[in-house]
């Protein structure tokens, strides 16, 4: 179904669309988003209703903006019906980022995130080292105590148990 | 400039394009890629030229197939040309996103770094809850040996060294 053939077709469907419908089966009573900003009609089998409800205008407005109505008919067209609705959510998504960041859009919240990937990794893997380390120091410690400690058991030495000495992460 | 009112008018620049230049000074010699896909005369102020060269055909065929050529050029003309080639690089990374994940796209990316920054923050929270665990077990033992060797100089405690048992991360 070729939706661009009927863009700029039809009036509106604002105030006449209820008795409209009741002579033209195959037009909904409210249309689309989509076909209301269209200005065409909005068939019964509209491959966009679905995902652009009347109530939520905006959200075609930006997707459109950015890809084009007969760029998102065809990503839709290309998808089983199931992977529709993730498909409309991305790419009203990816519009809503390049509308605000024109320049970087979603590659540059990709560039941000990656770059906070790094420093964590960076930053987990000195704890990590921070935590051998000591683990090591402990151990030695450890030992010293119970050389010193092997000849008076009534010495305070409770908190050497090895319920919390262990090893730490797993 | 409009430059949607010539596509498709012209035929093709591939051989002619050389002689063709001798009698329209507008018309660059090579066109850039965007205009030898779109089949349309490549001027000399073509804002496409300079981020689409005639040796990379395919960043155009892909950015031109998510975003559509109007797009481009409306994305372009709106900013300065200082961020143009930061822009085109963002928009060829998307389209190339979508292109691979025609469901979830660059968002779907974004999803997947955001899994792994929560995934991260909570790996670095627990490395350093270990770490001051650690380090508070390691103080009390410190203590304990200090206390246990205060009259015994001779003992060996030189892994006591504050260099080594002091705060490990700042």
Same mark, same amino acid.
């Given at each position: 179904?070729?939706?661009?053939?009927?863009?700029?077709?039809?009036?509106?469907?604002?105030?006449?669309?209820?008795?409209?419908?009741?002579?033209?089966?195959?037009?909904?009573?409210?249309?689309?988003?989509?076909?209301?900003?269209?200005?065409?009609?909005?068939?019964?089998?509209?491959?966009?209703?679905?995902?652009?409800?009347?109530?939520?205008?905006?959200?075609?407005?930006?997707?459109?903006?950015?890809?084009?109505?007969?760029?998102?008919?065809?990503? $839709?067209?290309?998808?089983?019906?199931?992977? #529709? &609705? *993730?498909?409309?959510?991305?790419?009203?998504?990816? %519009?809503?980022? =390049?509308?605000?960041?024109?320049?970087?859009?979603?590659?540059?919240?990709?560039?941000?995130?990656?770059?906070?990937?790094?420093? $964590?990794?960076?930053?987990?893997?000195?704890? #990590? &080292? *921070?935590?051998?380390?000591?683990?090591?120091?402990? %151990?030695?410690? =450890?030992?010293?105590?119970?050389?010193?400690?092997?000849?008076?058991?009534?010495?305070?030495?409770?908190?050497?148990?090895?319920?919390?000495?262990?090893?730490?992460?797993?």
């Amino acid at each position: 179904m070729d939706y661009s053939d009927t863009i700029g077709t039809t009036a509106t469907f604002s105030a006449a669309s209820s008795s409209f419908s009741q002579s033209t089966p195959t037009v909904v009573v409210s249309p689309c988003a989509a076909c209301k900003i269209l200005r065409r009609r909005c068939a019964k089998d509209c491959v966009l209703a679905p995902y652009f409800p009347p109530s939520e205008p905006l959200k075609f407005t930006i997707a459109h903006r950015v890809f084009g109505a007969s760029n998102i008919i065809k990503f $839709l067209l290309e998808l089983p019906e199931c992977q #529709r &609705a *993730d498909a409309v959510s991305s790419l009203v998504y990816e %519009a809503n980022a =390049r509308t605000r960041d024109p320049v970087y859009g979603c590659a540059g919240a990709i560039c941000r995130l990656q770059m906070q990937v790094s420093e $964590l990794q960076a930053q987990l893997a000195k704890a #990590r &080292a *921070d935590l051998l380390n000591l683990q090591c120091q402990q %151990a030695k410690l =450890r030992a010293f105590v119970y050389k010193e400690t092997s000849g008076s058991p009534q010495s305070n030495t409770c908190f050497l148990d090895h319920n919390n000495a262990g090893p730490l992460w797993t």
